[in-house]
């Protein structure tokens, strides 16, 4: 058995560990730093830069393009072609559905659906409006907005967390939503009294030195503005009921001040945690117009002659010197000959396609299961949020089965706006994706004037569901990779088998994010075209 670390340095590390499990990620950082022990920014180095093909490279050999077919149309597929575009491979794209981007869909005014379930739909969104059904948001450090840059799409702030956006929690016997500002400052406060509470009663003797209790109490006085005897008594991070104002409105605190039982039983600490995820931390971005302006932008650098939509795959040969794909597009099959092949289909619709690359493929395709998520675009007369509730953006976060409601990061004071009445997943997408459009509205807007009132209602115009476990030719909002993308089990999709390689966000560490797409796409060019230039 290993042996137990002792001493100062491992009752600190201890320390420092339970303040995490109770407290998160953040109050753990914090506590790091006032005691002297944050991370340095070199823990937040980026990996080697991707380097882009180029014409040269074929050119400078005296070889000619060589002929690839890629399997899909999503964001995998389109950086894969346009990669190898650059260096002047012959590429085409065949996409079963009739728009490029996968689950990179952006729903306007005119576009219609027709789900697993039979149920056709058609947007009556007003001009401008629009929402994102699959990826809405674009943290800074994302290879995603790389290709933004060098497409051109134009970016903007996407507010993932909203200091006035509100926290719902009826299981918890709540009987109104409360600010996100408030319960932050609740948790935060009764945390920080509890902790500075058992520091000066010599609860941390063995853990922290003399000199580090007075620094852990300094900071928590200061993070969860205790009073002079260390105790949480709210105070302006809560809210007010009148705000500051001119000579005579001093504003008045918010008062109704819970207990400390109170807060804990309100469970609002849950939805913390997630603004200090690595992939959720502010700022984050969104493409100006909506996240479609990047496949359609990527599809214009490629060629749309490239891009056969409506082509839906039924056979995948290794002929041994090259790949033959058979597809049906129009009522008629037809066949693609190339050099080579990149399947970037998700592999929940590949495992379902005839092909002889081995029961390996098939076994490690079959391996990676689907996810279901959905959303609702509720579109309203007025931007009454703003108006009445002074929310501009950001998410508003309820143990309701809409479980995230987000109010529109774009739009802002125009006449107009489509709120996201729930970004849902598992059961709960499942349990709404059964019911009809109307009865999708009709539950989604009756969780949501528990929260907002009778506006949520009465000021509604119109709305558009979208599931994505009932999308056909995807079926997956995201896949679950068991063991990771490295397991043993999908070494034949991570190298390549014959003249097939594949690639998708699902062959990556962020799934279900275009990084994990953009990034695995970058794997399979660079593998395929290392392995060209040296045959």
């Known amino acids: ?3 137990t670390p002792s001493g100062p340095g491992a009752s600190r590390r201890t320390f420092l560990r339970n303040v995490g499990l109770t407290s998160g990620a953040g109050t753990m950082f914090a506590t790091m730093g006032a005691l002297g022990l944050a991370p340095t920014a ?30 899909g149309g999503g964001i995998a597929g389109l950086a894969t072609a346009y990669e190898l575009g650059k260096a002047g491979y012959d590429c085409t794209v065949l996409e079963a559905r009739d728009r490029t981007g996968g689950r990179n869909f952006t729903v306007r005014g005119g576009d219609t659906t027709v789900d697993l379930y039979g149920n056709r739909q058609t947007a009556r969104f007003g001009d401008g409006g629009y929402m994102n059904a699959g990826p809405a948001r674009i943290p800074q450090w994302m290879v995603t907005l790389d290709y933004c840059r060098e497409l051109g799409v134009p970016i903007e702030v996407f507010t993932n967390v909203n200091a006035d956006a509100y926290i719902y929690n009826e299981s918890a016997g709540m009987t109104k939503p409360m ?26 003797d063995k853990e922290l030195t003399a000199t580090d209790q007075e620094r852990l109490v300094e900071f928590l006085k200061d993070w969860g503005e205790l009073g002079d005897k260390l105790t949480y008594e709210g105070g302006e991070r809560r809210g007010y009921t009148t705000v500051p104002a001119a000579a005579g409105t001093p504003g008045v605190l918010l008062g109704d001040l819970p207990t400390a039982s109170e ?26 117009g909506g996240m479609d302006r990047i496949p359609k932008a990527l599809t214009k650098a490629i060629g749309a002659h490239r891009v ?63 996810s279901s998520a959905g959303k609702i675009g509720l579109e309203y007369r007025s931007r009454w949020w703003e108006l009445d509730h002074h929310i501009y953006g950001g998410i508003t976060e309820t143990d309701q089965d809409v479980t995230h409601i987000w109010h529109p ?29 109307q009865g999708r509205e009709a539950r989604a807007v009756a969780a949501g004037v528990k929260i907002y009132g009778e ?81």
């Open 263 to 288: 807060v804990l039983a309100g469970g609002a600490g849950r939805y913390f945690s997630f603004e200090f995820g690595f992939d959720q931390a502010m700022l984050m971005f969104q493409p100006v």
């Open 455 to 535: 506006k949520y209602r009465s000021e509604l115009a119109s709305s558009f569901s979208h599931h994505w476990r009932q999308t056909p030719h995807l079926e997956a909002a995201w896949h679950d990779t068991p063991g990771g993308p490295d397991d043993v089990r999908y070494k034949p999709l991570n190298e390549p088998t014959g003249r097939v390689y594949f690639a998708g966000d699902w062959l990556s560490y962020t799934d279900a994010w275009q990084h994990g797409a953009f990034t695995s796409a970058r794997k399979a060019v660079t593998a395929l075209h290392a392995r060209v230039l040296s045959s």
């Open 179 to 204: 600010r996100y500002r408030t319960a932050k400052a609740d948790v935060y406060g009764y945390v920080s009294e509890l902790l500075a509470k058992a520091t000066n009663k010599g609860a941390l």
């Open 409 to 437: 990061s774009y739009g802002f004071h125009g006449e107009r706006g489509i709120v996201i009445g729930y970004y849902n997943y598992d059961d709960d997408a499942d349990a709404y994706a059964k019911l009809s459009p």
């Open 1 to 3: 058995m290993a042996q």
């Open 308 to 370: 056969r939509t409506g082509a839906v795959v039924s056979k995948i040969t290794d002929t041994g010197r090259g790949v033959s794909v058979a597809y049906a597009q129009g009522g008629r099959t037809k066949v693609v000959e190339a050099d080579f092949c990149i399947a970037a289909l998700p592999p929940n619709i590949l495992a379902k396609v005839p092909h002889n690359l081995g029961s390996g493929v098939q076994s490690a395709l079959e391996a990676i299961t689907p």
């Open 42 to 71: 070199q823990a937040a180095q980026r990996e080697e830069p991707f380097r882009a093909l180029s014409a040269g490279d074929f050119t400078l050999t005296g070889r000619g393009a060589a002929k690839v077919v890629i399997v």
